[in-house]
Structure formats: C-alpha cells, structure tokens
C-alpha cells in the first residue's frame, strides 16, 4: 500500500517563508509525478507544482517566481514557499501519480496573517 505525507505546514507573516516536504511510502516505481496542490476555503482545489520523475516542472502562474519545487528521489518531494501572501492561505496536498493512480496525503495547513 502507498502512502503519502504531508509535513512543515504553519502560520507565517505576509512575505515570509516556509517549506513543506511530502514523503511517499510503500511500492513506489522509478518513474511517476509528485506535485502540490491546494484548496482554499469555498474554493476548488487547484494545482500548485507538479515535477515528474525525468522531464519539466510545472507551476501555477500565481506562484511562479515566488515558490519552487524539487525531488529528492523517486519518493520525496519539497515545496519552498517564499514572499507568501494572505491568498497562499489553504491546505497544502501532496500527491503522487504511478501508473495511472493517484495517491494524495492527508494535506497540510498554510496560514498567512500578520
């Protein structure tokens, strides 16, 4: 069984920093896509970042230049999350796609206030 956790979530200031890391478990194949998503309340879930295995990362446009992902193997993955703003607010969810299926975490908290 595969399993996915979330990790580093928390309450920030306006333009600070926090990075969240997301390990998965169990048979995990050498080539897959793990990526970030988030859901706001009342609000869709949507993409964050994904970064396949072998290829090109991908990001939203709302974080392009502020956040950046990067793997650490074939089963970890991070989230450097930098010059957050109030609408970064949501719960952060790790998801692994192998073979067609898609494993998603429990997700993480990420507060923006001052």
């Known amino acids: 069984q595969v399993q996915v956790v979330e990790s580093g979530g928390g309450l920030v200031e306006p333009g600070g920093s926090l990075r969240l890391s997301c390990a998965a478990s169990?048979?995990?194949?050498?080539?897959?896509?793990m990526g970030w998503y988030r859901q706001a309340p009342g609000k869709q879930r949507e993409l964050v970042a994904t970064?396949?295995?072998?290829?090109?990362t991908n990001y939203a446009d709302s974080v392009k230049g502020r956040f950046t992902i990067s793997r650490d193997g074939k089963n970890t993955v991070y989230l450097q999350m930098n010059s957050l703003k109030p609408e970064d607010t949501a719960v952060y969810y790790c998801?692994?796609?192998?073979?067609?299926?898609?494993?998603w975490g429990q997700g993480t908290q990420v507060t923006v206030s001052s």
């Open positions: 169990g048979s995990i194949i050498l080539i897959n896509t």
């Open positions: 998801k692994l796609t192998q073979v067609g299926q898609d494993i």
């Open positions: 970064q396949p295995s072998y290829g090109h």
